[in-house]
């Protein structure tokens, strides 16, 4: 299994785990398949490492409850209706850990992007990249990861 592969199942294997508990909502587990499916769709795209200072926008880890909401909001702005609250459900399980690390960026008057970071050796996949503002590029993101990631990189791959 090619690295990027790996990268999005241990990312996807993180994400379902939050839900495997003894007594799962109902409205989670439907989350997580809704979750799912939308995952199966997305494209996994190799990308330049930047290191391009960049301005008008700032990079939040998501350390604290508060932050984990408002990352699965965003995330969950993908959907609409009943939809939308069943996958805000799924995300809204997640427990913080270094397995996964979650990002938020504003711009000064709210969230414009939000996506996870999973790192296997010197390879990073930033996945469900969701960006809310045309201002801010694909690249535009991973410039600020790679301006932040203390630990040196080789490659990123992205999936949107």
Not at 62 to 86: C, I, N, P, Y
Not at 102 to 124: M, P, Q, R, W
Request: aromatic share 8%; glycine share 4%.
């Amino acid at each position: 299994m090619s690295i990027s592969n790996q990268l999005v199942e241990a990312k996807n294997q993180w994400l379902s785990s939050h839900v495997d508990v003894p007594y799962p909502t109902k409205e989670s587990l439907l989350g997580r398949s809704l979750y799912q499916e939308y995952s199966k769709q997305c494209s996994i795209e190799p990308v330049e490492v930047s290191n391009e200072d960049i301005v008008g926008f700032d990079l939040h880890k998501v350390d604290f409850h508060r932050l984990t909401v408002m990352f699965a909001d965003l995330q969950a702005s993908r959907w609409k209706g009943e939809e939308r609250a069943l996958v805000l459900e799924f995300l809204s399980q997640i427990i913080l850990d270094d397995v996964v690390e979650l990002y938020i960026v504003g711009d000064g008057s709210g969230l414009v992007s939000a996506f996870t970071l999973t790192k296997i050796e010197h390879s990073l996949l930033i996945g469900d990249l969701i960006i809310t503002q045309s201002d801010l590029l694909q690249q535009d993101v991973v410039a600020m990861v790679n301006k932040v990631y203390a630990e040196p990189v080789t490659h990123i791959w992205v999936e949107a």
